[in-house]
């Protein structure tokens, strides 16, 4: 049974910084990708970030280039997602999900998901 356990969150001022950790457990993840997603009341779950496993290949919402950093490290079967310069429209729960194989930013093709940590983001 594929396990996810998000930490991290918290309350920070605009322009702050904010690290998330993803703890994975139950399986072997050399084949999986794995996802950072937030959600907002009333809204759709979005696309932050992805990491493939395997060969650390990162893929990130244009929202967030260049702001945010996704990586994991694979003793620790962790994946971190390093968030600076944070905005008041990046409050959400922020989730992370995992599934076979491929990266993709659609989130209803990640099978595993954990329960979501909250950051809110002060102006």
């Known amino acids: 049974q594929v396990q996810l356990v998000e930490s991290g969150g918290g309350l920070v001022q605009a322009g702050g910084s904010l690290s998330l950790s993803c703890a994975a457990s139950g399986r072997t993840f050399i084949n999986y990708a794995m996802g950072w997603f937030r959600q907002v009341p009333g809204k759709e779950r979005e696309f932050v970030a992805a990491i493939s496993w395997r060969t650390g290949s990162t893929y990130y919402a244009d929202s967030v280039k260049g702001r945010f950093t996704i990586s994991r490290d694979n003793a620790k079967n962790t994946m971190y997602l390093q968030m600076n310069s944070l905005k008041p429209e990046g409050t959400a729960v922020y989730y992370c999900?995992?599934?076979?194989?491929?990266?993709?930013?659609?989130?209803?093709?990640?099978?595993?998901w954990g329960q979501g940590t909250q950051v809110t983001i002060s102006s």
């Open positions: 999900a995992a599934r076979l194989f491929r990266a993709t930013t659609n989130p209803g093709e990640y099978n595993y």
